[in-house]
């Protein structure tokens, strides 16, 4: 399948990123995201919650991670300490 993208300024990735997480064109780089983002959709129907966890963050705060939420999933009810990005 094509597809065009308009991507703003603002969200465009530098060349510099794209070669240091060993992505070299931008076509690869929209590939693994469609990868991840199909990923979260199978978790998230079999209703787990995709998360961010970060030590530091836990032993100053307290808050055990951050679950990631967009439009496509909102949060998932859970009982442990979390906060959401």
Request: aromatic share 6%; glycine share 2%; charged share 40%.
């Amino acid at each position: 399948m094509e597809m065009k993208l308009e991507v703003p300024d603002k969200k465009m990735w530098k060349k510099v990123m794209l070669k240091s997480n060993g992505i070299r064109k931008f076509r690869d780089l929209v590939n693994e995201a469609i990868t991840l983002f199909e990923k979260v959709i199978d978790e998230r129907n079999d209703k787990k919650i995709i998360v961010s966890v970060d030590e530091e963050e836990i032993a100053s705060t307290g808050i055990e991670y951050k679950e990631i939420c967009m439009s496509t999933f909102p949060p998932l009810d859970s009982p442990k300490k979390k906060h959401k990005i």
